[in-house]
């Protein structure tokens, strides 16, 4: 085949439909998980039910029969596989030999089973028990400065988990708590912040199906977040308009089949999604969304000159902003010619698109890591707000600013105390509930605690699930510093690649899932987490446990808290595990506002809101108003143009869940069988004299002399904007430098990384 015969692998199909059941089958059929299975899926986002352990999509108070997706029954399945991880496995495997097996296989042993602790001498693995276990991690942590140890969280634990996890790290003397949100939507948490002063979204679920336009950037909900589809789907039906901001064409924004819908899944008639699809380039957003203002501002200029009414909502602007005139001032003197040259969009185009922003009365904005994984994402978020306080687009039903989060209780999270910055938390409260005094100064977030464990400073690291090891950027270097700790501790589910590259002394140790049944000693218990749109649920886990050994993540972190801190009358680390609903109250006496009556409530269908200021147009800015700002850039990149340099970013397919790789096979991009592949579009090919399965080098040019590389990788046709490479989470994080964050809340650029090719 020639390079101009290079056909862009893309558009296997909608969105849904029968892929999608195809997708769920394969994995039950090689996970062969307990037939009880199929319960679990029944009550997956129901009230009483289990809330789905993969993504962080709100759970509507009306449910479908069926309201989980792909994504979240393999994630279930993936739990309730048959497969273990014994201590017997790793009497057979040497942790060196296991370190040059792929993620894939590692997790594909199964379900932890018992406590383990590393023993060097036989560079291995080995069964220990809990009490072993716990002392040994007390005594440890007692022996280091509690400001050297880092207390991880992945954003899956549940609130009551959170709550007590964060309160351990604070009473043994340290704010040292990122969780998986620093690499994520912290760009929110302090971009969205400081535009609106709230860290989180204003919308609810509700106003899905009231609003008229979706302006929607860098978030993929065909793979990411599936039963976002149904609602953006009801609302093209209605006549809401969707435009698309994504360098990728992605399936789930162009077409989708419910498969919840017999007869469009016979038909296979799939509703067209986007009504204008932009492919604007890597870190373009600023741009492209500058150039919508702008012609925004222009109607409004024409048409008042013209004496009828402006576009622009003046009461609002009036009334809720600040710093509109000098932000309108740079709207209208910024360049076409620049904004078409960074965004990669024809002007023409955004026109058309502001002009449909202009005739919608209720508009959206929704983003992801498209936006929030780039050097200058807070920027975007600020434009992007701009965009909606032209039109008083915020706090009022079936408009708002809408990121949609990851990990199924990242917000959560936060919400309860997982902060590193302790202004955050209300550090009184509990040193009055708890009698101590909290440590005030900040705490490390994911990039300060990587910078720490290179320089030495950090020496233990205590993980409450994920990979980190494999989440962050700079991978050879933070591998190597990683084995210089004195201790890890990691309390997972499954062996992943973090577990084995670990410090002088180190831990893993198993825990229950979400979906399996917890027994205290007052009986069976039930945990909560909080959804993208602040809605708090509770859920159930009845699946029996995988192993006898197992102990429920909060029964973990109470064990660990108590073998490391002394006694005090106030901790009661046995009486919380005993019964999560003393925790759930202490949760309730610390934020009141949010959590009152918590016990009570936290079964109401579609969840109980815990509110938002800004969703009531109370801003909680510095100037009590919401912001207008300028951008000091028009590119989100940190790394310009140059001849020969792209802008790697770096992708999730449907078949994983972060670094969990379910299968090879990602289906909505017509992409299968290897996650080894760059996709590069047939122009540059041409450029780069490449042909279609060539095996090429990708290596880092942020221009700073460190070597990073990444090899192996088969050149893959695709539809990209020029001078965009596209390729896989976590494969590709060698080649992200670690200083190369987001400025305003370091959350690592994965996104828009300067790299070149090499044969
Ligand atoms: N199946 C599955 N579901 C998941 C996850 C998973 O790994 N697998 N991960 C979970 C987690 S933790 C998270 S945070 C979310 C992540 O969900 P998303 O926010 O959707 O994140 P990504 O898939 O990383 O990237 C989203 C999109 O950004 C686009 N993009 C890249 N660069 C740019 C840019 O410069 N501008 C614009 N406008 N778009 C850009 C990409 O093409 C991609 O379509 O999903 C959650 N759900
Ligand atoms: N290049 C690049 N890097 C990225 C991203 C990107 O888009 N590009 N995305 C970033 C984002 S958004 C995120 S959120 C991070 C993800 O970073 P993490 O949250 O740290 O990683 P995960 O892959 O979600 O963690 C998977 C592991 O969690 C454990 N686990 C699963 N379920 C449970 C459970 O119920 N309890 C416990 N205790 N453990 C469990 C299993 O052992 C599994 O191996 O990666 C970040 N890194
Ligand atoms: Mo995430």
């Not at 990788?713 to 494969?731: A, I, K, Q, R, S």
């Amino acid at each position: 085949m020639t390079d101009s015969e290079a056909e862009p692998k893309q558009d296997e199909g909608p969105a849904g439909g029968w892929g999608s059941l195809k997708g769920i089958g394969r994995v039950l059929a090689r996970e062969l998980p307990n037939p009880a299975v199929i319960e679990t899926l029944m009550r997956q986002n129901k009230a009483q039910g289990y809330m789905c352990s993969s993504c962080a999509w709100g759970k509507p108070a009306h449910p479908h029969a069926f309201e989980f997706c792909e994504n979240g029954a393999k994630s279930t399945i993936w739990e309730l596989t048959r497969d273990r991880c014994t201590p017997a496995f790793f009497a057979e495997h040497t942790v060196s030999e296991l370190l040059g097996w792929p993620d894939y296989e590692l997790e594909m042993q199964g379900r932890l089973t018992e406590p383990l602790r590393y023993d060097a001498a036989a560079d291995k693995y080995v069964a220990c028990g809990w009490d072993e276990a716990f002392a040994q991690i007390g005594q440890s942590l007692q022996a280091l400065d509690p400001k050297s140890v880092v207390f991880y969280a992945s954003g899956k634990a549940a609130l009551e988990t959170s709550y007590l996890y964060a309160l351990s790290a604070r009473l043994y003397g340290h704010n040292n708590l990122p969780d998986s949100s620093n690499m994520c939507h912290e760009t929110t948490s302090v971009g969205l912040k400081q535009v609106i002063g709230s860290p989180v979204g204003t919308c609810v679920l509700e106003d899905f199906e009231r609003c008229d336009a979706i302006f929607h950037f860098g978030q993929n909900p065909g793979t990411n977040s599936p039963r976002f589809l149904h609602p953006l789907q009801d609302a093209v039906k209605r006549g809401c308009k969707i435009i698309t901001f994504n360098p990728v064409h992605e399936q789930g924004l162009l077409r989708f089949i419910n498969p919840q819908n017999p007869a469009e899944m016979l038909s296979g008639h799939a509703t067209e999604l986007s009504h204008m699809y932009l492919q604007v380039r890597p870190g373009g957003d600023i741009a492209a969304l500058m150039g919508l203002c702008k012609h925004v501002l222009a109607m409004d200029d024409a048409r008042c000159a013209a004496g009828q009414p402006g576009v622009l909502d003046r009461d609002f602007i009036a009334a809720h902003t600040h710093g509109f005139e000098a932000f309108a001032d740079s709207a209208r003197t910024a360049d076409w010619t620049q904004i078409e040259r960074t965004s990669g969009l024809a002007r023409a185009d955004l026109e058309a698109a502001a002009e449909v922003y202009a005739a919608a009365e209720r508009v959206i904005g929704v983003y992801g890591m498209g936006l929030t994984q780039q050097v200058h994402g807070s920027q975007s978020i600020g434009m992007l707000v701009n965009l909606l306080l032209l039109r008083g687009n915020l706090g009022r039903p079936g408009a708002g600013i809408s990121p949609v989060r990851g990990h199924s209780n990242v917000q959560g999270q936060r919400t309860v105390g997982m902060s590193e910055k302790p202004e955050l938390v209300p550090l009184d409260k509990l040193a009055q509930m708890f009698d101590f005094e909290p440590p005030r100064d900040k705490g490390l977030n994911t990039v300060e605690a990587c910078e720490g464990i290179r320089s030495g400073t950090v020496q233990a690291f205590v993980s409450l699930g994920g990979n980190f090891v494999r989440a962050i950027p700079e991978r050879e270097a933070m591998e190597q510093a990683w084995r210089k700790q004195a201790l890890t501790v990691y309390i997972a589910t499954k062996l992943n690649r973090s577990h084995l590259v670990h410090g002088r002394a180190s831990y893993v140790l198993p825990c229950l899932a979400r979906s399996e049944e917890d027994l205290q000693q007052s009986g069976p218990q039930s945990v909560s987490i909080e959804d993208s749109f602040s809605h708090i649920h509770g859920s159930i886990g009845k699946r029996q446990p995988a192993s006898e050994h197992l102990r429920s993540e909060l029964a973990i972190v109470a064990g660990i808290a108590k073998a490391m801190l002394p006694a005090h009358p106030k901790w009661r680390w046995d009486e919380w595990t005993a019964d999560y609903r003393r925790v759930r109250e202490l949760i309730a006496e610390t934020y009141a506002q949010e959590f009152h009556d918590f016990n009570a409530r936290m079964f109401e269908a579609g969840g109980f809101y815990r509110g938002n200021p800004a969703h009531e147009r109370i801003w909680k800015t510095a100037s009590g108003k919401a912001e207008f700002t300028v951008p000091s850039v028009l590119s989100a990149l940190g790394v310009g143009d140059a001849p020969g340099r792209y802008h790697l970013i770096t992708l999730r397919s449907n078949d994983q869940f972060n670094t969990t790789i379910y299968g090879f096979s990602d289906r909505l991009r017509g992409l299968e069988g290897s996650r080894m592949i760059l996709l590069i579009n047939p122009a540059d090919m041409a450029r780069e004299e490449l042909h279609e399965g060539d095996v090429v080098r990708l290596v880092g040019d942020a221009g700073d002399d460190v070597q990073r590389e990444v090899a192996g990788l088969t050149v893959t046709p695709f539809n990209l904007p020029d001078g965009c490479l596209g390729g896989y989470f976590p494969e590709m994080n060698a080649l992200i430098p670690l200083w190369y964050h987001d400025q305003a809340s370091k959350t690592p650029a994965s996104k828009g990384v300067p790299v070149r090719i090499r044969r």
